[in-house]
């Protein structure tokens, strides 16, 4: 019989033996000449095949055979990744034995410490770092392997790794450092382990956001307490000068817009189209976030770029008539005019506002003020055929 023929897959008798871990027939077959490197049509060796499935004795025979470890398959990956990949505690300690290359890469860089941190496979992360694996190396992504298990939440690995000197603040290709990655996730655990060894609190990425402005516009609050409890700077703002209580404010978090604010935040910032964190919690019509801003004082009228304040877009905003009575109560000026010269009266008529409209009268809202285009709120509310508002003027 030819031992030689190959099925539809590609693969040959050996294949089917290994991939069922008959050590028997794999031995019969080597002993009538097959070849131990053979290949089948995605350039998988034999030993790739014994080492995906964890036959830890067939991947004995084939390197005592003379199998070479490292060789790669069409998709870049050698013995010992797979291996590592499949958590083949094993396998990985017999193909190091035989000379398998530890830091060895793949065509996106990764080695077989990055494919043991991503499936948190902690014992072979030891067992690779004891044969001198680098934990520094970086795959195309930027990312070392103390990135991969932050990001999938591998603790014990992430503490090995520490432990064994993995760089704490290095950066992938986007700059972010395992500290951004664990505020993303929200794995709070892994924030405090890596803060408690020595990460910067404060690095900022590429955008420019730092884990706290990572952490707050994930709605991570138990991360956010714990990066502010280690220095975080809670007024740092990314490139669009968002800060983390823009994030919260646009999120609705209120328990975490209270944090922010009792730990210094800074509730007159403005975004970079002009935006503060009132202003946004208006907009988003959401009157908790608007009051805690307001008890931790915020400027009731600090007026965007367009010179709109909070009660121009809370007149704007439909379903927002409790908005607009809080920052009436606290003071709110009915008189302002943003860039068009419309007070909030002619936005809440523009917006078709009704209830607004009648509160913003009630708190002596000017009728008779012409906007830009010489339209006062009479004429708008006719032009706008508003004629609940048209009576109440």
Known sequence: ?????????????????IFKDHVDVVKVF????????????????LLYIAAKHGATEIVDILLDKGANANIRNNAGYAPLDVAASKRHVDVVKTLLAHGS????????????????????????????????????????????????????GHLDVVKMLLSRGSPVDSRDAKNNTALHIAAWQGTTKIVEILLNKGANVNNKNNVGDSPLIIASLRGHLNVTKVLLEHGAC??????????????AAWNGAVDEVKVLLDNGANSS?????????????ALRADANVVKALLERGAVVDLASDQHNTALHYAAWVGGSDKIVKALLERGASTSLRNSDGATPLDVAILGGNGDVA???LQHGAPVNLANKDGDTPLHLAIFERQDHIFADL
């Open 358 to 360: 009648k509160s913003l």
């Open 101 to 152: 290359s530890v830091d060895s890469r793949d065509v996106d860089n990764n080695t077989a410490l990055h494919f043991a941190a991503w499936y948190g496979a902690s014992e072979i992360v030891e067992i690779l770092l004891d044969k001198g694996a680098n934990a520094s190396i970086r795959d195309y992504g930027g990312y070392i392997p103390l990135q991969l298990a932050v990001f999938k």
């Open 30 to 45: 080597l002993m009538r000449g097959s070849s131990v490197d053979s290949r089948d049509k995605d350039n998988n060796t």
């Open 269 to 281: 910032l403005r975004d970079m189209t002009g935006f503060s964190p009132l202003d946004i919690a």
């Open 234 to 247: 809670v007024n740092f703002a990314n490139k669009r000068k968002y800060t983390a209580l823009h994030h």
């Open 1 to 17: 019989a030819n031992a030689s023929i190959e099925d539809n897959a590609g693969r040959i008798p050996l294949d089917e033996a």
